[in-house]
């Protein structure tokens, strides 16, 4: 069996440029939507990316905790990928003018850590011959609005709806919209959760009908509240809704919820691989 490692100079490279962009370059899909809104402070909103984009400053002034999702298959050495990416963070944040948004405890003394350090990563296996990191820059507000409902297995697909729909109704206004939302449906609670962040960093309908027909369902009801850019009720309230889902207990029914703000500040990345020689 052929043996890989990352390439973690091309990485560093890759990695610190997408870090940077998504703090500074609106992507397509917020961009493509902004261009069709003329409500309140549109032209404010549309100047903000220009003079980003112009000047290296950031798209919002909370910069985010930075949080990675890495996929690797079973033949891939991943080596120090933590200390990598915490020190690929440090730089970006720390030669860039991005607000350190990191406590480094919780609860009692809340110091700031001073370099946007650590960010949160995960590992997930798969059976690629590769490795993909996947990442999001989450806000407070956006991060705030998440949610885990430990439901009845014999719920209908009509009362998971709403009980999306009931949470971003009462909400939304407070994660800078329009959204986009990442559902976790399944496994355990902390499965849930994991997967609903990881359909936030997806661009494409589920590829089974029914759960594609379920996100076009939620984003439809979400869009009807008329929640509106920044929550001022003009214009689109949700970009997309998106669905990660795993086996369950027979006896559980997790539905997990997680929210983007409007800039959706986000990046996958298909990692170079450099083969060991095991001879």
């Keep these: 069996m052929r043996i890989f490692t990352i390439d973690a100079d091309a990485l560093k490279t890759r990695l610190s440029k997408e ?14 939507h902004l261009e069709l809104y003329n409500g309140p402070f549109a032209d404010i909103l549309r100047k903000n990316i220009q003079i980003a984009k112009q000047t290296g400053l950031p798209l919002c002034q909370d910069t985010g905790m930075v949080e990675f999702f890495i996929f690797v298959g079973k033949n891939v050495f991943l080596g120090d990928i933590f200390t990598l990416l915490n020190q690929i963070v440090r730089e970006v944040y720390t030669t860039n003018p991005f607000r ?38 989450k806000g407070g507000g956006s991060e705030n609005l998440s949610r885990l409902f430990m439901l009845e297995p014999g719920c209908s697909k009509q009362m998971i709806i709403d009980k999306v729909v009931e949470h971003i109704a009462e909400n939304g ?19 849930a959760m994991l997967m609903s962040k990881i359909a936030l960093t ?13 996100e076009s369902e939620i984003c439809q009801r979400i869009n009807q509240l008329n929640i509106g850019y920044q929550g001022l ?47």
């Design 100 to 137: 350190y948004a990191v406590v480094s405890d919780p609860l009692f003394k809340r110091r700031n850590t001073g370099d946007n350090t650590p960010a949160i990563v995960h590992v997930i296996h798969w059976e690629k011959e590769a490795a993909q990191i996947r990442f999001l820059i």
């Design 19 to 32: 870090l940077f962009e998504a703090n500074t370059v609106v992507n397509e899909l917020v961009s493509n």
């Design 202 to 214: 997806k661009d494409e309908p589920n590829s089974d009908t029914d759960y594609a027909e379920l």
């Design 233 to 279: 009720g003009v214009g689109i309230s949700c970009y997309a809704a998106y669905i990660e889902y795993f086996p369950t207990h027979i006896a559980t029914l997790p539905v997990a919820i997680s929210v983007d703000c409007y800039l959706c500040r986000k990046g996958i990345i298909d990692v170079e691989l450099i083969e060991i020689d095991c001879g």
């Design 173 to 191: 206004r407070n994660a800078c919209p329009p959204l986009k939302i990442g559902i976790g449906i399944g496994g355990s609670s902390e499965k």
